[in-house]
């Protein structure tokens, strides 16, 4: 009886809690190690086949992530030091500043493959976050509620804000609700605390 959407946001929630769960051990040195030596013997075998997508989901680690892993170790390979967090996601964004074609063509591979992490899936969740923020705006509207939005609040020097504040509360099944903050995702208990802890407590003292 759910939608789409809602069963989406249900599995992906579940999925990083599992890759979470798992993030340690794909990360050791011995894990690193192994992971890019299979991907170069791969791709020396093969370099058109999907070797770092397959290896990812043989080992059941997102494909993104695998993707970074291997990236991360050619880079330190070539350039005999430790790269940038930023140089990563920028390759990662766009593989075609990879000095290697091979690799930049895994890479894209597995960030086009990956349903839940990666630098497009950002840009979904994004455009999504956004989408619904405007929906909102477009109903407090409809209703003739007066709010200070959270880009408002920003120019006013606030730093953590929810995304609009009433500046007259109303009453809604019993509760005053002073401001709304808008989640494009499933509200599981997990993501309940977290969010309390991140933001909402913080908000509700204040405003």
């Not at 990563?88 to 960030?111: E, F, H, K, W």
């Not at 509200?187 to 977290?194: R, V």
Request: proline residues 4%; charged residues 20%.
């Amino acid at each position: 009886s759910q939608s789409q959407s809602t069963l989406l946001s249900i599995f992906s929630q579940e999925y990083q809690k599992q890759i979470k769960r798992t993030h340690a051990k794909h990360h050791t040195a011995e894990a690193i190690e192994t992971y890019y030596q299979r991907y170069l013997n791969g791709v020396m075998k093969n370099a058109a086949a999907p070797v770092l997508l397959e290896l990812a989901n043989e080992v059941d680690f997102a494909p993104s992530l695998m993707a970074r892993i291997v990236l991360e170790r050619f880079l330190q390979e070539k350039e005999q030091a430790i790269p940038s967090k930023t140089l990563i996601n920028s390759m990662l964004r766009d593989p075609s500043q990879i000095p290697d074609g091979v690799l930049a063509n895994q890479i894209y591979q597995c960030t086009v493959n990956d349903c839940c992490y990666g630098p497009l899936v950002d840009c979904i969740k994004h455009a999504i976050g956004h989408e619904h923020e405007v929906l909102l705006r477009e109903m407090l509207l409809e209703k003739n509620l007066s709010f200070i939005a959270e880009d408002q609040l920003r120019a006013k020097g606030y730093d953590k804000t929810p995304d609009f504040i009433l500046e007259v509360p109303v009453a809604v099944e019993g509760h005053i609700i002073h401001w709304i903050e808008s989640k494009a995702s499933f509200g599981d208990e997990s993501s309940h605390q977290a969010y309390l802890q991140d933001q909402f407590w913080s908000y509700w003292n204040r405003y």
